[in-house]
């Protein structure tokens, strides 16, 4: 049995990592998706996905893109989906998947990284 995507619209949005300290609620929410991005297959499909010309893209148009499997693309499709990252919809024998923006903003928020005063000199130093 599927796993059902989590709803994270009753997850707050969190303020960055570096202004506070995560809640537990939250971490254990936001996991999932940062492990389903760890894979560098489902790293690259959520950017094909995420950047699709009409918001979503056929299945079809993503397997070719790798030098994979049918079933492994598949594998990696349903990751995103249980990890919350896309939403997917069969059309007749295809299956059109797109970005769920919300999770992603989520994602990106708790990774802002806003320089401290004085410290974008610093930063600056190292490079």
Avoid: N
């Avoid at 989590?6 to 996991?31: H, N």
């Avoid at 299956?95 to 930063?123: I, K, N």
């Amino acid at each position: 049995m599927s796993k059902q995507a989590p709803d994270l619209t009753a997850v707050p949005c969190c303020a960055p990592l570096t202004q506070r300290r995560l809640p537990t609620a939250t971490a254990a929410a936001l996991a999932p998706a940062f492990k389903a991005l760890g894979d560098p297959v489902r790293l690259q499909l959520l950017s094909m996905i995420a950047s699709a010309e009409d918001g979503e893209i056929c299945v079809c148009e993503l397997t070719p893109a790798f030098d994979l499997t049918g079933p492994t693309i598949s594998h990696h499709l349903r990751v995103l989906r249980e990890a919350g990252l896309v939403d997917a919809e069969r059309r007749g024998t295809w299956v059109w998947y797109r970005a769920r923006p919300a999770m992603l903003g989520q994602l990106a928020a708790l990774l802002t990284v806003e320089p401290a005063a004085g410290a974008a000199g610093a930063a600056r130093e190292c490079a």
